[in-house]
């Protein structure tokens, strides 16, 4: 039987990340979570999108609220917004 050999392209991979087109992507899914997130928190309430690219595209959803962080401990309404959307969240590990 013939051995496959793979070598993965780290440039190739950096650009697709960047591209265009994982930009719609994650800029789509965030405007997602951020739409969920909206309806999980008091009216009036701003959220934010922000895209930003690193070695990839990437984007933070931003509840404008100092109580933010007590919903999303209680309630967790970025987890949930999250889910909503069909995005898994697992605990982040180094």
Known sequence: ???AS???DRRGVG???KSDAVREVVDHYAGEVAANVQVLIPSG???QVYSYTTDRAAASIVVEDIRAMGW???DGIM???AGFAGLEVKAWQR
């Open 6 to 8: 793979f070598r993965l």
């Open 79 to 81: 987890t949930r917004a």
């Open 72 to 74: 999303q401990a209680r």
């Open 1 to 3: 039987m013939a051995q």
């Open 45 to 47: 309430t701003q959220v």
């Open 15 to 17: 650009e697709i990340l």
